[in-house]
């Protein structure tokens, strides 16, 4: 074996890929796949050495061939109130952030998927980062990983983490594949086992990544609306004057029926005197009224408003407690299921939109990658 054959890290293979890479690359069965997910994944175990059920000739072809590796921990952050923040050391001198959130009866980790991010919404720390590069697979899982290790996490009884939403640095749906993967290693039985309706994705709203999505995995769906009209909307989320949102509540409604009536969230963070206005949260209720009427079941649509949270230069508010109040009620009298995020972790900076890591490095050159990927992602939409 020559040098140049790097090892191959497993946490960049989901079930499909482990099943492939022992059958044609160790000539081994696929049970055997299974039993080292296991290891990786409810035990925690990286050192081929402790998994005691495999044998000793399989054993040494991994460590030749394999590693397991996830992402270093620069370090962890536990919060006042529960949260627990982890800072993962990425290649040159870059970093990104997981959060773990606890609540009653739940415990909720929001994942990152890119370093940094393209996208520019207004009102967003990563954004003020610029973007660097897409997560690999063993990147992202090895969030999980790394929180579900800390927590001492079990398998079905007694689950500390119990959801995951992708709702840290970067936009999921322009790194698709990896994340597609990731998400299915953490609903797998030999992964981390969750719930489909319990890993959520959220979207600032790539139309046809949705409906790619819609097809190719099985998980929950937010996307980031922030405000009812197209002018608003526009200015605070960029993404808008691509795919406008009449484009994106249709998108929304083909996935809702596709995955046999699954409910959408929308996420609506609330900015003092930008989008917080009683006429704008009737313009919002129209506007979901009408979701409703598209894809015709109760509750289709769910409102989670978000406390806008606060971030070195941004010229953003947080909207007050009164406003907020009001808000909603206009929505629940309208009809329309709707919920206010308490804030968590604001104290060690994990909060929504807090998330900035360490992103170097952003050079001219990547920024292209992103803009040449929303093209991609546009063409694929008009063929
Ligand atoms: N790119 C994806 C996922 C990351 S953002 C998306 O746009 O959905 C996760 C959520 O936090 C989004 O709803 C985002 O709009 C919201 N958010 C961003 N900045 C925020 C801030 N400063 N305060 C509150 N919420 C914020």
Same mark, same amino acid.
């Not at 175990?45 to 495999?54: A, C, E, K, R």
């Given at each position: 074996m020559t040098e140049a054959a790097a090892r191959i890290n497993l946490l960049d293979l989901d079930r499909e890929g482990m099943e492939h890479f022992f059958a044609d690359n160790l000539g081994e069965k696929r049970f055997r796949a299974h039993q080292l997910m296991k290891w990786i994944y !409810? *035990? !925690? /175990? &990286? $050192? +081929? %050495? *402790?998994? &005691? $059920? /495999? %044998?000793k000739a399989l054993r040494a072809k991994l460590e030749e061939r394999c590693e397991i590796v996830p992402p270093p921990v620069l370090f962890d952050k536990p919060s006042t109130d529960g949260t627990h923040k982890w800072l993962l050391g990425m290649d040159a001198g870059n970093a990104i952030e997981a959060v773990f959130i606890p609540d009653k009866g739940r415990g909720t980790l929001c994942v990152s998927s890119q370093v940094g991010c393209g996208l520019n919404c207004q009102f967003c720390s990563t954004a003020t980062q610029g973007f660097n590069r897409n997560l690999s697979t063993a990147e992202i899982i090895g969030q999980v990983w790394t929180a579900s290790k800390h927590l001492g996490n079990r398998t079905h009884h007694q689950r500390k983490l119990t959801n995951v939403v992708m709702m840290g640095m970067g936009e999921p749906l322009l790194n698709f594949d990896n994340v597609v993967r990731a998400m299915s290693l953490m609903r797998d039985d030999n992964g981390f086992g969750l719930a489909n309706k319990r890993v959520t994705l959220s979207t600032a709203g790539l139309v046809p990544m949705i409906d790619r999505l819609a097809e190719e995995s099985d998980v929950s769906l937010a996307v980031s609306l922030h405000a009812p009209n197209d002018d608003l909307r526009t200015e605070l989320v960029p993404l808008n004057k691509k795919f406008p949102i009449a484009e994106l509540m249709a998108a929304c409604a083909r996935y809702a029926l596709r995955k046999k009536r699954a409910s959408i969230t929308f996420e609506y963070t609330m900015m003092k005197g930008v989008n917080d206005t009683p006429e704008l949260a009737r313009e919002l209720v129209k506007l979901m009224r009408k979701f409703g009427n598209t894809v015709q +079941?109760? $509750?289709a649509a769910k409102v989670n408003l978000i406390p806008f949270n606060p971030f070195a230069g941004t010229r953003f508010e947080r909207s007050g407690e009164t406003e907020i109040r009001a808000f909603q009620k206009i929505l629940l009298d309208g009809g329309v299921l709707t919920m206010v995020r308490r804030t968590r972790g604001d104290d060690i900076d994990a909060a929504c939109g807090q998330l900035k890591g360490q992103v170097m490095d952003r050079t001219r050159r990547q920024a292209e990658f992103q803009r040449r990927l929303l093209g991609e992602a546009t063409s694929h939409a008009i063929a």
């Open positions: !409810h *035990q !925690h /175990v &990286t $050192d +081929f %050495g *402790q998994m &005691t $059920d /495999v %044998g +079941f109760a $509750d």
